[in-house]
């Protein structure tokens, strides 16, 4: 006998609709829903992946698997201390086994953590590779495309309603073990995350350094200086040197002044001339450069002075120029764009040494 | 912690707070979903915006401050020679819009030290966040979009695929380790921008959960017909490298984006706006059943290919768009400061016109 529509609607158009109608959305206690046809079943699973309340640190556990919930967070824990962490990471994945329940879709879980913890044993915790079991984003599968695929939307959709809340706390089940072997594997790789990304800053602080700290350069110094710079496809640091090129700045000249000697500003050419260091963290050491100069200082020398400057640790510069007219002046000079940026004070100094 | 979601911008002057609209946009439209909205943004995703401008602004402030202080004084000391030399230097007023986003793309794309600087910025900031992120069992994910495409592309292949500096040791961050969930890039230009390696041979790539060189699980590119920067070298992976790659579960196949509600089509709105962009987007991020095909089929009965700002003058809009493809598909990233001064020419008629930029 047909039984009628509206005796079978009630019951699933009414758990839908009290799950999906909740003000506050899915929330982490509904681990333990009942839901009876596959769309609303799904779309909890769903929910609650997204919220990470499957597995993640922190969020309840069902009921069956609080132990081995409990375990990973204890190895988990930043607070923890583990005499031997690879020890407990293995234990932790053996027990995952233990409790995994039987099934194909569980078979494919077990398959690929055995696999994993394999790996870690034979080549290391470099080879722990915790992506491999986060489900595809939006989806309820995982290992998607490899031949241990677990589709679980599907997996709902063909016990459901008959079946539907075993099934999904079976889904439940093995999207929470899931989650806690690949905390177990992340937790692995926490020392050479660290250890990398103590390193990547002190390459940043060096670019930094490089960038603020290095003798400025024009477009054309930083294109001829990209040029020797190696392209890469990975993270480098600075170069410990620079070639400079045709860089102009402002200078000093110490000059005969009738009262005595004194500064006359310059401006300076640098023709062509090397700069190098090297480095010691993030801070530029031992800095040492040369160049040949042109000098401009105006006024009743307006021939072009030639000659030469060191560029020496504490972002000093001295030289001497050569003129017909007064043979060899002293030349003093600070990066210009140094100068007028964070370098301002050492260019006051020298004027009011001068004067 | 929810699902970490970084916003990477594109070319132009980004200063702080620059994510706010991009920010604002996307929880405009998630509330427009009724199980989405049953909890705020903030509880589903933590948005981490990722800058990289101030490098560029840095550089270009001190070019312009140089030119200023050795111009006057060349001056002053009839330095003629060093006069004209830095004289150039003017040509990058940085108030000036074409110049300030075509700088961006010359200084990154055309010096490698600057580029490599960037790179190492940009990892960094993304390694700390992904970082927490694997300790609190949180997926991760890249919105990107223009110039931070080609950015997101070299950063992260650098991210996967460095060991620790002066040491053969692993990261942490190779792909098997810290793969992305979603990559998603609007206005795609990395391949236009491509140095080391190649776009497509990258480990950026998508490919199955954890598999090596396989950078994440999902990529979602979106393009539009009318983007005059996607006509150089376009980022279309027919044969990417392999099966797996192009396989459409990873990275599906969207037909090019051809609605025109905004002049400006490149920018970052004008393509979130579309539902074909987002409800993929916030699927992928949430879960699928977060938006419903009814849902979707009705975000896109209500949305016109022809925005209802423009009225009548949309094929007026359309005819300035057409006119700022300036480059060939031939053409270089060389080209990108002709296509902004043509977009920006587009842009400026609509302004003018009272129509939505």
């Known amino acids: 006998m047909r039984r009628p529509v509206g005796f079978l609607l009630p019951a699933t158009v009414l758990a839908t609709a009290l799950l999906a109608s909740s003000p506050l959305g899915a929330q982490c206690d509904d681990l333990s829903a009942s839901p009876t046809d596959a769309a609303t079943a799904a779309s909890l ?157 002190t390459l940043d602080a060096r670019w930094e350094t490089y960038f603020t700290q290095a003798r400025s350069q024009y477009p054309w110094e930083l294109a ?61 050491k031992r800095p040492l450069g040369i160049a040949a100069v042109a000098s401009w200082r105006g006024g009743a020398a307006d021939e072009v002075g030639w000659g030469a400057i060191a560029h020496l640790p504490r972002s000093w510069s001295l030289g001497a120029v050569y003129r017909s007219a007064d043979d060899l002046t002293l030349l003093v000079s600070a990066d210009l764009a140094k100068l007028f940026t964070n370098g301002r004070g050492v260019y006051e100094r020298v004027i009011g040494r001068g004067e | 912690m929810p699902h970490l979601l970084f916003l990477v911008h594109g070319m132009g002057a980004h200063p702080d707070g620059w994510e706010q609209p991009v920010v604002s946009k996307l929880a405009e439209l998630y509330d427009r979903y009724e199980a989405l909205s049953r909890k705020p943004i903030a509880d589903r995703l933590s948005i981490v915006p990722i800058g990289y401008d101030a490098i560029f602004r840095e550089i270009l402030k001190e070019w312009a401050e140089a030119n200023e ?80 495409t080609a950015i997101t592309h070299d950063s992260l292949h650098a991210l996967f695929t460095s060991a620790i500096p002066s040491a053969d040791l692993p990261t942490g961050f190779a792909p098997h380790q810290a793969q992305a969930n979603v990559v998603c890039t609007l206005a795609n230009v990395s391949r236009a921008l491509q140095t080391v390696p190649p776009a497509y041979d990258s480990a950026v790539k998508p490919g199955p959960p954890g598999a090596g060189g396989r950078g994440c699980q999902l990529f979602l590119n979106f393009a539009h017909k009318l983007d005059p920067f996607l006509v150089p070298e376009p980022f279309d992976p027919i044969v990417w490298p392999d099966g797996k790659s192009t396989d ?33 987007l916030f699927r992928a991020l949430t879960w699928k059943a977060a938006i419903t095909q009814q849902e979707e089929a009705e975000a896109l009965a209500a949305f016109p290919t022809i925005g209802p700002g423009l009225g009548n003058r949309w094929q007026d809009a359309k005819d300035r768009l057409d006119g700022a493809q300036v480059a060939e598909p031939a053409a270089t990233w060389k080209s990108f400061p002709a296509i902004w001064d043509a977009l920006e020419g587009a842009r400026e008629w609509a302004r003018g016109e009272g129509l939505p930029v």
Request: include cysteine.
């Open chain 2, 248 to 280: 459409e579960v990873f990275f599906p196949r969207i037909p090019r984006l051809e609605h025109i509600h905004r002049v400006d089509v490149h920018s970052w709105l004008h393509y979130l706006e579309h539902p074909r962009v987002h409800i993929p």
């Open chain 1, 224 to 284: 001829v200086n990209s040029i020797r710079f190696r392209r890469s496809s990975v993270l480098v640091g600075p170069p410990s040197d620079q070639v400079i090129l045709l860089h102009p700045s402002l200078a000093l000249e110490l000059v005969d002044g009738g009262d005595g000697e004194e500064f006359q500003d310059a401006v300076v050419l640098e023709l062509a001339g090397y700069h190098r260091w090297s480095w010691k963290g993030a801070a530029i």
């Open chain 2, 69 to 148: 202080e050795i111009g006057s004084k060349a001056d002053e000391l009839e330095a003629g020679q060093v006069s004209q030399l830095v004289s150039w230097l003017q040509q990058g007023d940085l108030d000036d819009f074409a110049w300030s986003h075509a700088a961006d793309v010359l200084l990154y794309r055309g010096f490698s030290l600057v580029r490599e600087r960037v790179k190492v910025a940009v990892a960094l900031a993304m390694a700390r966040d992904i970082a927490v992120a694997i300790e609190a069992d949180e997926p991760w994910s890249v919105l990107a979009h223009s110039l931070g």
């Open chain 1, 45 to 201: 699973l769903g929910e609650l992946e997204s919220l990470r309340c499957l597995g993640s640190p922190g969020k309840p556990c069902l009921d069956s698997l609080e132990a081995i919930c409990a375990a990973t967070d204890a190895l988990t824990n930043d607070d923890a201390t583990h005499s031997d962490p690879a020890a407990a990471f293995f234990a932790v994945g053996e027990a995952i086994l233990a409790v995994l329940p039987p099934g194909e879709k569980e078979d494919h879980l077990r398959l690929e953590i055995r696999r994993s913890l394999v790996a870690v044993q034979e080549e290391g915790e470099a080879e722990a590779g915790p992506a491999r079991f986060r489900p595809a984003p939006g989806e309820l599968v995982l290992f998607r495309t490899e031949t241990t695929e677990i589709d679980l939307e599907r997996l709902l959709a063909g016990n459901c309603p008959a079946a539907c809340p075993q099934t999904y706390r079976r889904s439940v089940t093995i999207l929470t073990l899931s989650a806690l072997y690949r905390r177990s594997l992340a937790e692995l790789l926490e020392d050479d995350r660290e250890r990398f990304l103590a390193g990547l800053a």
